[in-house]
C-alpha cells in the first residue's frame, strides 16, 4: 500500500511565483535553455563510443539494481489548492501508441497530413480517408471558394463599415482559392505570432505583410485560442483565420497568392470552412510541410551534435591502447603511492573498463577509498582489451570483499545473492528519488485561463534537471523525440497493452524501436517545453487510455516461470564464473 502524505506548498515548489524572492537566474530563459543544451552535449563527452561495450552494459548496473530493490518510499502530494499546476502538457495523439503503419500506405492528403511521426491503426485511417475525399469533392463542387451565405441568414458576414469595406469584402469572397490545406494551431500561454512563424518555419516577409493589413489588436493572441492556416501546395500562407477571443465572430485575412498583399475581413465563426463541424478534422500545424522541414532540420543537426560528441569519446578512449594479448584474468594490490585509477592501468585495465567498475561498485563507495593493500581482480571472456567483463572481486578495508557477475541475461552486474529478474517487475514509478507530486491525474480539470476541461492525463513529480529516470518494467520505445509542448519525451509500450510516458526530458538514451529493460536509465529530467518549473510528467496508460498511477493496480508478468529460469540461468554462470575468477592459470596470454 502507498503512504501518501499532503504536505503543504513551499517557496521554491514547481508553478509557485515567490516574488519576495531574488530571482534564482539573471540570464533570460532562452540563454538558460542554450546553456542546458551546451552543458548537455558537454556532458556526452563523458559517454563511451558504441566499440567500447563494456561501458554500454556496465553504466548503470549499481543504480538499476537500488533502483529496482528500493522499498516505495513515502509519496508527498502538494494539496491542489496550493500549487498553479502546468496546463500545457501534450496532449498525445491516440495514433502515437500505435503500430507504425507505412506512409506509402495513405492517400496523398493524408499522407501530407499524418506522415512524420504520427501513425494511424487501419480503422482510424480509413476514416480519415473517407472524410478526406468527401471534403475534396465537396470543395471541388464549390470549386474551392468560400460559399456565400442566403440572403437574410443570420450567419452571413458582415464587414464593419462603410460602402468600400463592403465592396472589397465582396471581393474577396469571389476569389477562388488556390489548392491547398487547412492547418490549425492551438496558441499556447507565451505565444507570439512571430514565434509561431519561426516554429512553423513560415516567412518573416509573410508576417509582415499581415502586420500591414491588421492592427495589433486584431493579431493579439491568447491562450486557447485556435489559429487557422490555409497553406497551398508550393507552401504558400494564403490565408489565416484568427477567432474572437468573446463571442462568435473572426477576423480572416487572405490574398491570392503569395506575391499579392493581404486583405481583412470580419465574419462569423467558421465562415471559411465548408461546414463549421469541418474544424475538428484540420490538421495539426507541425504536419504543415515548413514545419516538417524544420523539424527534420533540427533532428539532423541533433544526430550531428551527438555523432561530435561520439566521435569526440573515441579519440579520448584512444588514450588507451589497445592489447590483443591481454589474458582473461587480470590481478593485483595497489602498491605505495598508488590510487584504484594507475593501479587498474598499470594491470591493464582501460579507460572505459575503469569507469565500468566504477559504476558497479557506486552503490558500496568511491573507489577513490582504495588504499595499498588492497587488491583487484577481473575476468573476462576472451583474451584482449576489446573483451567483455565477466566477474570482478575487490578486496577492499572501506566495503570488505565484494564481487559482482554479469548477468547473459541482461548484461548487468550483480553480487550473487541479489540478482534482480525483471519479469514480472512493474515499478510503479520511474525515479529513484523522494517522490513529492506537485499535480495529481485529474481528467476533468479546468484551464484556469480558458475555462476548458483540460484533463491532466499523468501525475507531475518534483525532480531537478538531470534526475535519472528509469524503465519501471521491460518493454520497447515507440517513441523517443520532441514536441513544443512536451518538450523532450518519451513513449514506452509494456505487456499486457500498458504504456509509460515521459514529459519534459533534458536528455533521451533511448532510441525508437530499442528493447529496454526494467530498471533501464531512459532519459534525464529536465525543463524541456511548455513547463514553469522542471518535474516529469508521467503517465500511466491502459490500451491507450490513461489510468491514475498512484492508484491503478500494477500487472504481474504473463510468463511466470521466467523469472525462475533467469534465476536458475544467472546461478548457473555465477558458478562458472566464481571457479574461473581463481583460476590464475586464466592471467596467462593463452
Known sequence: ????????????????????????????????????????????????????????????????????????????????????????????????????????????????????????????????????????????AAQVTVPAAPAGAAAAPQPTAGAADRENTAEIYALERPEGQWYQYTVLSGDSLSGIFSLLALPQGTLQKLAAAASAKDLALHPGQILHFYVTTDGALTELVVPAVKGDGQIRLVRQNQDAQFALV??????????????????????????????????????????????????????????????????????????????????????????????????????????????????????GTSALINAVEINSAAFGRTAYYRSTADNNFYEEDKYVPTAGIFRRFPLATAIKINSKFNLHRRHPVTGRVSPHKGIDIKAPIGTPVYAPADGMVTFAGYQRAAGYYIILRHEQNYSTVYMHLSRIDVKKGQQIMAGQVIAKTGNTGRTTGPHLHYELRINDRPVDPLKIELPTSSHPNLAREQREAFKSSVQVFKTQLFNEALAQNQ
Open 266 to 383: 470580419h465574419e462569423d465563426k467558421a465562415a471559411h470552412l465548408s461546414t463549421p463541424a469541418e474544424a475538428k478534422a484540420l490538421a495539426q500545424a507541425d504536419a504543415m510541410p515548413s514545419a516538417k522541414a524544420a523539424a527534420k532540420a533540427r533532428l539532423a543537426r541533433e544526430e550531428a551534435r551527438l555523432m561530435a560528441a561520439k566521435a569526440a569519446a573515441q579519440e579520448r578512449d584512444r588514450s588507451s591502447p589497445a592489447d590483443p594479448l591481454r589474458p582473461r584474468l587480470i590481478y593485483g594490490a595497489l602498491k605505495p603511492g598508488e590510487n584504484f585509477k594507475s593501479c587498474a592501468r598499470r594491470l591493464g585495465l582501460t579507460s572505459t573498463e575503469v569507469r565500468s567498475l566504477e559504476r558497479i561498485y557506486a552503490s558500496k563507495g568511491s573507489l577513490k577509498k582504495l588504499k595499498p593493500g588492497d587488491s583487484v581482480r577481473v575476468l573476462f571472456n576472451e583474451i
Open 1 to 140: 500500500m502507498l503512504r501518501i502524505k499532503v504536505t503543504p506548498q513551499f517557496a521554491d515548489a514547481d508553478y509557485v511565483a515567490v516574488p519576495s524572492r531574488s530571482p534564482r537566474f539573471i540570464l533570460p530563459g532562452r540563454y538558460l535553455f542554450a546553456l542546458t543544451l551546451v552543458c548537455a552535449g558537454t556532458g556526452l563527452f563523458m559517454l563511451p563510443d558504441s566499440s567500447a561495450p563494456n561501458l554500454e552494459y556496465a553504466a548503470m548496473e549499481a543504480e538499476r539494481a537500488a533502483f529496482l530493490t528500493a522499498e516505495q518510499k513515502e509519496i508527498e502530494i502538494t494539496p491542489a489548492d496550493q500549487n498553479l499546476e502546468n496546463y500545457e502538457d501534450y496532449d498525445i495523439p491516440i495514433a502515437q501508441f500505435k503500430a507504425p503503419l507505412p506512409v506509402k500506405e495513405l492517400s496523398p492528403r493524408s499522407a501530407a497530413v499524418y506522415s512524420f511521426d504520427r501513425q494511424l491503426a487501419p480503422a482510424e485511417l480509413l476514416e480519415i480517408q473517407k472524410s478526406a475525399e468527401a471534403l475534396r469533392q465537396a470543395q471541388h
